[in-house]
């Protein structure tokens, strides 16, 4: 009885011990091929006029501005939500834009391989307000948000770029926050360059304030991963950031330009790559109190949690070990 329950105690220790390992060797191959930064996927994408059937010119982060603001929105079956987010975007955008005849915008839509309507609402959308304000990037099969935004940004056309959710969680006019506290940021750093797209910084929302609501009224495994991820992104990218999970960012083109052109992370933690670039760079980070709302439909779950366990060991292993190098 005795050698029997002690062979199946081994037999469990053997099997643990080669679930390890293997789990080790899947973590230093990924990291591995993950070293030159998604070359496969630099292929400019396909820009198309849905009105005209024409080719449009893709643009590349490198290339000089030729709008003020860009707004990169990406969207995984987001057919019922964006709708009303697009609406209230752009409904911001015009009134802006009426007001100030030097205030120019475009919205990229990055369809993460969406299997519902997200790609016949997005173009919808390019018919009625036209593709030099609305583009739509078609990225074939859904790598994750990460690899979205990733795309949008590389190929927009802003002095400044925003990411934001498709699901319209934070009020799009709190832009004006992060907009102001960069302009300001910009002017007390270097009071002589000509724009401050020039200069590298990142202005991020923060929902720190709306702890305590959250906590009450989130469901547990979103309680459990916000405070498990507080102390992941402690020892992974440093302290410093309260929120590093709020879909509302800003970025300088010249601040784009670095970080996006270095991001190897796809899924849930390429915001926590964003913050290790940033303080790798000495990128200031600017963290602003956003108005933000619970919506309906959010894709985290449960599954989430081995996945954002598996892409902070990717960013552990291969920042520390050198592996991820940083082009500068």
Same mark, same amino acid.
């Given at each position: ?132 304000? !609305? =583009?739509?990037?078609?990225? /074939? ?6 690899? %979205?935004? #990733? @795309?949008?940004?590389?190929?927009? $056309? ?82 410093? !950031? =309260?929120?590093?999970?709020? /879909? ?6 010249? %601040?784009? #330009? @670095?970080?996006?052109?270095?991001? $190897? ?64």
């Amino acid at each position: 009885m005795e050698w029997g329950l002690t062979t199946i105690v081994l037999l469990i220790l053997i099997v643990l011990v080669v679930l390890a390992i293997g789990l080790v060797i899947a973590i230093v191959f990924e990291t591995n091929r993950r070293k030159f930064n998604h070359s496969h996927l630099e292929a400019h994408p396909v820009m198309e006029d849905p009105n005209s059937l024409n080719p449009v010119p893709c643009p590349y982060i490198s290339d000089p501005a030729e709008k003020y603001l860009s707004l990169v929105v990406p969207a995984f079956n987001e057919e019922l939500r964006l709708p009303g987010a697009l609406e209230e975007t752009m409904n911001y955008l015009q009134r802006r834009a009426a007001k100030d005849k030097s205030f120019t915008y475009e919205v990229i839509i990055v369809d993460d391989g969406s299997v519902d309507g997200t790609k016949r609402v997005a173009f919808d959308f390019v018919r009625r307000y036209t593709v030099d304000n !609305i =583009r739509v990037i078609l990225l /074939g099969r859904n790598f994750g948000k990460g690899e %979205a935004i #990733r @795309k949008g940004m590389l190929h927009s $056309r802003g002095e400044l770029l925003l990411m934001l959710d498709a699901d319209g969680a934070t009020q799009v006019d709190d832009l004006e926050k992060l907009e102001k506290q960069i302009s300001a940021f910009a002017k007390k750093e270097n009071d002589s360059s000509p724009k401050f797209s020039d200069i590298p910084i990142v202005a991020i929302g923060s929902r720190a304030h709306l702890e305590k609501k959250a906590l009450a009224t989130r469901k547990w495994y979103r309680n459990f991963l916000m405070k498990g991820f507080h102390v992941v992104v402690l020892l992974a990218a440093g302290p410093g !950031i =309260r929120d590093t999970q709020c /879909g509302f960012k800003m970025f300088t083109r010249a %601040a784009a #330009r @670095k970080l996006f052109s270095n991001i $190897r992370l796809k899924r849930w933690c390429f915001d926590v790559e964003l913050v290790y670039l940033c303080k790798w760079f000495q990128i200031p980070i600017i963290e602003i109190s956003v108005n933000w709302s619970e919506i309906p439909g959010s894709k985290v779950n449960p599954l989430s949690i081995p996945n954002m366990l598996w892409e902070m060991a990717l960013m552990s292993l291969g920042y520390r070990s050198g592996i991820w190098r940083i082009r500068t």
